[in-house]
């Protein structure tokens, strides 16, 4: 999937440092719910490898999103790397990695 106006936007929720006043998409969003302990590991994770490459990096809540919770519900976290889905459940900080530098813009 990739966003668009139907699907919402990546902007951050608050989260994460494209929340510091950046009006620039995060190239890594983290689909989250309250309460769900992978999606802690996921940003843990999207955290660390962003600090390593610079990059920036959001959360977005499902449940804030009806069409987000329908179409995610069973599979948070899910990462997306520049609008792209990357992965769900579990984040492999390696391929994370690969990805950013693979898509460097």
């Keep these: ?3 668009g106006s139907a699907q919402g936007s990546p902007e951050s929720d608050g989260s994460g440092p494209a929340a510091a006043g ?6 890594v969003v ?4 309250a309460g769900c302990h992978l999606c802690d590991d996921a940003i843990a994770i999207v955290q660390a490898v962003c600090a390593e490459t610079g990059d920036t990096w959001a ?7 009806p069409e987000l ?11 997306f790397v520049d609008g792209a889905q990357h992965d769900y459940w579990r984040v492999d900080p390696s391929r994370l ?5 693979a898509r460097r813009r």
Aim: proline content about 3%; cysteine-free.
């Design 69 to 79: 919770r329908r179409r995610y519900t069973d599979e948070v976290p899910v990462t």
């Design 22 to 27: 950046s009006k620039q998409a995060a190239r």
């Design 30 to 33: 983290v689909l989250t719910r």
């Design 59 to 65: 959360t977005r809540d499902i449940d804030a999103d």
């Design 97 to 101: 990695r690969t990805a950013l530098t």
């Design 1 to 3: 999937m990739r966003w």
